[in-house]
């Protein structure tokens, strides 16, 4: 079964960094868009930023600039460099991907999220 498990959320202070991983596990076959989200408090999810598989990336008007989208295909993995952090950034983190997994066709699957708060 395919897992999309999230990694480095927490507390920051205005203006710091932090980086968020998001690894896929289970029997793959082939990966294709990776994309982060974010829910913050009493507002809707919104897309921050996705990734092809060839590389192309895309990004919230809110975050260009100050956010970084990379991935690892050989470690499944999808990073978010995110500097710069403001408080109005604070939102859980989720991580979202196209895979095909057993199946013959991709799917979508998400992760569990990660909580990044920015307050001084």
């Known amino acids: 079964q395919v897992q999309l498990v999230e990694s480095g959320g927490g507390l920051v202070q205005p203006g710091g960094s932090l980086r968020l991983s998001c690894a896929a596990s289970?029997?793959?076959?082939?990966?294709?868009?990776m994309a982060w989200y974010r829910r913050a408090p009493g507002k809707q999810r919104e897309l921050v930023a996705s990734?092809?598989?060839?590389?192309?990336?895309d990004y919230a008007d809110f975050v260009k600039g100050r956010f970084t989208i990379s991935r690892d295909d050989a470690k499944k993995t999808v990073y978010l460099q995110m500097n710069r952090l403001k408080p109005r950034d604070t939102a859980v983190y989720y991580c979202?991907?196209?895979?095909?997994?057993?199946?013959?066709?991709?799917?979508?699957?998400w992760g569990q999220g990660t909580q990044v708060t920015v307050s001084a």
């Open positions: 979202n991907a196209d895979i095909r997994g057993e199946t013959p066709w991709f799917a979508a699957y």
């Open positions: 289970g029997t793959i076959f082939g990966i294709r868009t």
């Open positions: 990734i092809t598989s060839f590389q192309t990336t």
